[in-house]
Structure formats: C-alpha cells, structure tokens
C-alpha cells in the first residue's frame, strides 16, 4: 500500500509541461464565390512544446476552425501566419503544420543555417501577436 502511495505522490509532484495558449481574434471577414479569406491575430503565452502548439482549444479539426475561421464547421483550407510585433525574442520564424494542426515556431542558428524547431519549453515573451490570414470554406 505505501509502494501506491508512494508513486502517487511522485506523479503529483513531477512538472506538468505547459503548451503555447492562443487566443485568437479575427478583424475582418472578407466573402467569395469559393469561400472566405479570414484575417486576424492570436497572442500567444506559455512554452512551446516539442512538436508545435494547437491554436484552438485542441489539434481537432472543428477547435481549429472555430479559433480562425469564427465557425467549427468552416473548413480551413490555408493558414499563413507572420509575427505582428516586436516582442517577440524567441528569434522565431511561425509555420503552420496543416497535417497536424499545430503552430510551430521555427529559428536559425545563423544566416546559413537550416530552420530548426525552436527548443521544447522556450517561453513565449508576453504578448507575442500573430497575424494571420485564413482561407476558409
């Protein structure tokens, strides 16, 4: 009984590794024959995890709709993100993982260099805006 006890209170005393929260707003809605061009920002807070961070409330397809697109139902076709303003000093590059559904901050150890991951657990400085444009339909 003590050996339970035992792992219980070491789960509960080990980290839980926090994800990137998103919270995103859209500023314009523009309509076409084909769909919708979305435009809007998300600001971003938290650590960033290993293999990029949700920008709704879930990796599902409906939570991602609903944080870019304004509906769950809406079928986001493409997602183009860019850093809105200054703050931000992780020295990320942000892309859109469309198979997964995630945020990936992307960074450099130079000019040269290949884009890499930016590494697990880096804190996102406060206030970190994302613009986007969204193609929904």
Do not use: H
């Not at 789960?11 to 707003?25: D, E, I, M």
């Not at 809105?84 to 000019?111: C, H, Q």
């Not at 880096?122 to 339909?137: D, E, F, G, K, S």
Request: hydrophobic content about 45%; glycine content about 10%; overall charge neutral.
């Amino acid at each position: 009984m003590w050996r339970i006890l035992f792992v219980v209170a070491l789960c509960w005393a080990l980290p839980v590794s926090a994800a990137v929260t998103f919270t995103c707003t859209r500023d314009a809605t523009f309509f076409g024959a084909d769909g919708r061009l979305v435009v809007g920002k998300c600001i971003a807070s938290g650590t960033l995890s290993a293999a990029g961070d949700a920008i709704g409330a879930s990796t599902s397809q409906a939570d991602t709709n609903a944080a870019v697109c304004g509906s769950s139902v809406a079928q986001l076709i493409r997602l183009v993100l860019s850093t809105e303003n200054d703050g931000d000093t992780t020295g990320a590059y942000w892309t859109w993982d469309s198979t997964n559904r995630k945020v990936i901050g992307l960074g450099s150890n130079g000019a040269a260099a290949a884009l890499l991951s930016v590494a697990t657990g880096t804190t996102v400085p406060t206030n970190v805006t994302l613009a986007y444009t969204a193609l929904c339909r």
